[in-house]
């Protein structure tokens, strides 16, 4: 098993910042993708951003030119820096993660989920 730990989130005000961080452990063999999920209350989880192990990222484009995010493969770690905050950014944000679990022998796909950080924008 592989398990994801979100820290990072809180209250801050409309155009302040905050640094959400995302932690795996567990059986890790290998991360493909991160990627980071936010859900408002009433709506849908929706995509924020993604990076492969690589590091191409791809964002929404409500987010564009405000966020990014970023991956230390060593430490099995992702990031979301949110710059210039607003009211439309409050939600619910989970970590997801997709790879292979196990040893050296035998892998296994897997894909987990955080159990999420909540951030509020004030305006």
């Known amino acids: 098993q592989v398990q994801l730990v979100e820290s990072g989130g809180g209250l801050v005000q409309a155009g302040g910042s905050l640094r959400l961080s995302c932690a795996a452990s567990g059986s890790i063999f290998s991360i493909a993708a991160m990627g980071w999920y936010r859900q408002a209350p009433g709506k849908q989880r929706e995509l924020v951003a993604g990076?492969?192990?690589?590091?191409?990222?791809n964002y929404a484009d409500s987010v564009k030119g405000r966020f990014t995010i970023s991956r230390d493969n060593a430490k099995n770690t992702m990031y979301l820096q949110m710059n210039s905050l607003k009211p439309e950014d409050t939600a619910v944000y989970y970590c997801?993660?997709?790879?292979?679990?196990?040893?050296?022998?035998?892998?296994?796909?897997?894909?987990?989920w955080g159990q999420g950080t909540q951030v509020t924008v004030s305006s």
């Open positions: 997801n993660a997709a790879g292979r679990s196990g040893g050296t022998s035998y892998t296994t796909p897997f894909t987990s």
């Open positions: 990076i492969t192990r690589g590091g191409s990222t």
